[in-house]
């Protein structure tokens, strides 16, 4: 393990005994006193070497295990996404067509008056 890993594990472990949902590598890297981009690539070793492993939520967050103990960063929580009516039928369902202003009835069931041509 590199001083960097051992700087980066030693400030998982902290976040892990206290609890806390694993921040960004950004305030880790803050946390640890090193750079960015050291704290990313001391991270992706301590993944290669199986020390911790990673569970990633996409923008919502991560946790962090250490693989000797078990012990595992807080989780994120989650966001909650607005929900959305389901348009799913909107692309396969033609738009309604109008009745015939004469008779009613629509051109494509019946209506002499609006028949598209074939």
């Known amino acids: 393990m590199s001083p960097n890993q051992a700087i980066v ?3 998982i472990t902290g976040i892990i005994e206290r609890g806390e949902a694993c921040p960004q590598n950004r305030d880790i890297a803050e ?3 090193i750079p960015f981009n050291t ?3 001391a991270i992706e070793g301590l ?3 199986c020390k911790i492993k990673i569970e990633n939520f996409g923008k919502h967050g991560r946790v962090i295990t250490i693989v000797d103990t078990g012990q595992h960063s807080a ?3 989650m966001v909650t ?3 959305v009516p389901n348009d799913s039928f909107k692309a396969i369902v033609p738009p309604p067509r109008d009745p015939c202003w004469k008779c009613g009835t629509r051109g494509d069931i019946g209506c002499e008056h609006q028949r598209w041509a074939a």
Do not use: D, I, L, Y
Request: net charge positive; aromatic share 12%.
């Open 9 to 11: 594990f030693s400030v």
């Open 31 to 33: 946390m640890a006193g």
């Open 39 to 41: 704290t990313t690539s």
């Open 47 to 49: 993944k290669a070497a």
């Open 75 to 77: 989780w994120p929580e």
């Open 81 to 83: 996404r607005q929900s």
